[in-house]
């Protein structure tokens, strides 16, 4: 009887232990091949990773390359800044945990911008 259970027992875990496998060289294959961004991930980037800026402003005029890299991107004294997180939170409808985790993970590579960032989250 014993043995019955732990058998079944093993045989779950190796079911799970493959299904998680195949998941993750879903995400890893479907990431690589991933183009482009959708509005919702531009602004959780935004609102992740803005110093007090949860929304682009400036949106009658042209704007360059620095100011989406400041609007997407943890500055080097932005790093671990949860209170602009919350702050521009509170201007969106959304609950912040996500958007803390988000800029965890983005603070470890200030000044950079990843798709990866938010893949593995």
Avoid at 79 to 101: C, I, M, R, T, W
Wanted: some cysteine; hydrophobic content about 40%.
């Amino acid at each position: 009887m014993i043995k019955k259970i732990l058998v079944k027992k093993e045989f779950f875990i190796a079911v799970f232990v493959l299904m998680l496998i195949m998941q993750v060289a879903c995400m890893i294959y479907f990431g690589t091949i991933k183009q482009g961004y959708h509005i919702d991930e531009v602004y959780s980037y935004g609102l992740s990773n803005s110093y007090y800026k949860p929304f682009p402003t400036d949106r009658n005029k042209w704007l360059d390359n620095s100011y989406f890299n400041d609007y997407l991107e943890v500055g080097k004294n932005d790093k671990f800044k949860y209170d602009s997180v919350y702050y521009n939170q509170g201007e969106d409808v959304h609950p912040p945990l996500f958007y803390f985790a988000l800029h965890t993970i983005s603070s470890f590579t200030p000044n950079s911008f990843s798709k990866w960032q938010g893949i593995i989250l």
